[in-house]
């Protein structure tokens, strides 16, 4: 008998002990609320009324497990419509969540409110969040952290620490004034007037050094770093001081670990590196400065800085002396603006962890041109609205197509609804004229055609696209980011795309899964994804100038077969136009 009280009572732990491990493994539901409003600022010894979240600049973090679902609430208190995008995150069947202003949603208006409810499937590692209306995410943005499901653990050495780097951009002015200005005169908008980490400028600026962000570090530690460009218009370079970054993840994809002294990233992009406390006990600079590959144009040349900080000498500024002399971090060595060479060996560094499979047969081949444009100054327009060179106006496109967003309904809408008139499925799956992309060209074609133009894809389809710079106005690194998807990328190179000789190029086997490509100036790079999340889904440029110029498109994915292959309907909330 007391054997069999013995064996129940071993059941009944082994029972509990499972229910509560299946507890501890069942995801969650995250709530929150964002508050969109005017919060002062001060920066550069000026204070701004800014816009942020909760009044935080930038913005909450957020954090989940794989498999978790988050519920964020945005009510706009401010006097500037706003939108959300969770950058990066795949929004499986639930693209009224993903936040493109008049793409999957109308704006919130001042006084509205609308609940972002989606469910992270599949994916571990850092992305982010921010406004994606106007200009509004140079100061409404955060990082969005996604850790392992519970139980799971990090495919490295556990860090003893971790310290999420959000780079920015500044402005010592209201960046929408500053867009509205370019968009009224036609010329190049004002170059911000810092870069920040974590909203901060860092010690080389003006009135900054008392909120220079500290890196603790110990000796001995292996510690993460999430790093995010969440700069408006600028690729970064990034560097700690007499340190190497060991590069594990990026945009919340595993990578095969490498090492490197220094990281670049374009707009949009996540680099999750490791760094080991090997150095002699002090202060060293993690920096970052501008990879500026466009010629003849303005930009911010100034360096950001943090400080990484070993424990045994965290102090007070008071304490942090030996005798009346300050202890002076090191400063890295940064690559020069326009180092290429550097900017290109990192990019081509990156493997998945092991092999992936790739889509080797294609249903879609396609080719999209990217770049820059002018549009001769209408004969209506007085000479200060046309104030790009030699009196004309910037633009930009794909494939010849200058975006232009709806304004009375969102695509998505009209897509699901089939509602005439939003939209036109036209958009080229090549250029309209083939011509020499990198070398000099014609005039002719300097001036694109405006369109709201989409292309359409069948559930299912394997889908590759080229996508080449050019040389027209400028060449210039191009930060590609598509909406709903990850893609492999299959190659990167220089001049034009030689489909006879560049697929012998084609990494097949561990290409680097991300969300945003970072095409090379005078350059191409190949992507690859398979069209399984039905909705629409924007494809553009992460650099949000060239965004207001019309350097986008729109993918439309078809339903599939049945409920899973299908996008849910929208939410009762969802924000109308009118």
């Known amino acids: 008998m007391e054997a069999l009280n013995s064996i129940f009572l071993l059941g009944l732990c082994l029972l509990f002990a499972s229910s509560a491990m299946s507890t501890l493994a069942d995801p969650k539901a995250h709530h929150h609320e964002f508050v969109i409003q005017a919060t002062p600022v001060k920066r550069l010894c000026k204070i701004h009324n800014t816009i942020t979240v909760n009044g935080q600049f930038p913005g909450p973090t957020l954090e989940v497990n794989n498999g978790d679902t988050l519920v964020v609430k945005v009510t706009n208190k401010a006097r500037y419509n706003v939108t959300i995008h969770w950058h990066g995150i795949r929004q499986m069947r639930t693209g009224w969540a993903d936040g493109p202003e008049f793409v999957t949603q109308c704006p919130i208006r001042p006084g ?6 989606f469910t992270v499937q599949g994916q571990e590692g850092t992305l982010w969040w921010h406004a994606h209306s106007s200009w509004l995410r140079a100061t409404v943005y955060g990082a969005l952290i996604i850790h392992p499901k519970q139980g799971d653990s990090y495919p490295f050495t556990k860090p003893n620490r971790q310290a999420t780097l959000l780079l920015g951009e500044w402005w010592d002015g209201n960046p929408i004034d500053v867009v509205r200005r370019a968009t009224r005169t036609g010329a190049a908008p004002n170059v911000s007037n810092a870069y920040t980490i974590n909203g901060q400028p860092g010690d080389l600026y003006s009135c900054s050094s008392k909120g220079t962000v500290i890196v603790p570090i110990d000796s001995g530690e292996t510690n993460l770093l999430r790093v995010i460009n969440a700069a408006l218009n600028q690729p970064l370079f990034f560097s700690v001081a007499n340190h190497k970054l060991t590069v594990v993840g990026a945009d919340a994809s595993y990578t095969k670990p490498f090492t490197t002294k220094v990281l670049m990233l374009g707009p949009g992009q996540t680099t999750d590196v490791l760094i080991t406390g090997d150095q ?13 590959s466009a010629q003849n144009a303005a930009f911010d040349n100034t360096t950001t800085t943090a400080i990484l900080e070993y424990k045994s000498v965290r102090c007070n500024t008071t304490s942090c002396k030996k005798g009346k002399t300050v202890i002076k971090p090191t400063m890295p060595k940064l690559p020069a603006f326009n180092d290429t060479n550097t900017a290109s060996a990192f990019t081509k560094s990156f493997r998945s962890p092991r092999k992936v499979e790739v889509p080797t047969e294609i249903d879609e081949n396609l080719f999209f041109t990217i770049g820059l444009g002018l549009n001769k100054c209408p004969k209506h327009f007085q000479s200060r609205r046309c104030q790009g060179p030699n009196g004309t106006r910037f633009t930009a496109s794909m494939n010849n197509v200058s975006f232009v ?11 699901q ?4 008139g939003v939209y036109t499925s036209d958009f080229p799956a090549n250029p309209p004229r083939k011509f020499d992309y990198t070398g000099n060209v014609s005039r002719s074609l300097w001036q694109p055609s405006p369109g709201t133009k989409a292309y359409k894809l069948k559930y299912g389809s394997r889908v590759q696209v080229v996508l080449q710079d050019t040389s027209i106005v400028t060449p210039e690194n191009h930060p590609i980011h598509l909406h709903g998807y990850d893609f492999y990328i299959l190659a990167e190179g220089f001049g034009n795309f030689n489909p006879k000789t560049d697929t012998k190029m084609f990494n097949l086997v561990d290409p680097p899964l991300r969300n945003t490509v970072a095409v090379p100036v005078n350059g191409w790079a190949v992507i690859r994804f398979v069209a399984d999340n039905p909705g629409a889904w924007m494809m553009h440029c992460h650099l949000d100038v060239h965004i207001n110029w019309g350097l986008a498109m729109v993918f439309l994915v078809d339903n599939g077969v049945g409920e899973l292959q299908s996008i849910e309907p929208p939410p009762a909330d969802y924000p109308l136009c009118s």
Do not use: C, D, E, W
């Open 405 to 415: 967003l709806p304004n009375n309904m969102s695509i998505l809408q009209a897509y």
């Open 112 to 117: 509205g409110s609308y609940t972002y409810r």
């Open 280 to 292: 002699p006990p002090s202060r060293y600079y993690l920096a970052a400065s501008a990879y500026f």
């Open 417 to 420: 609804q089939n509602i005439p």
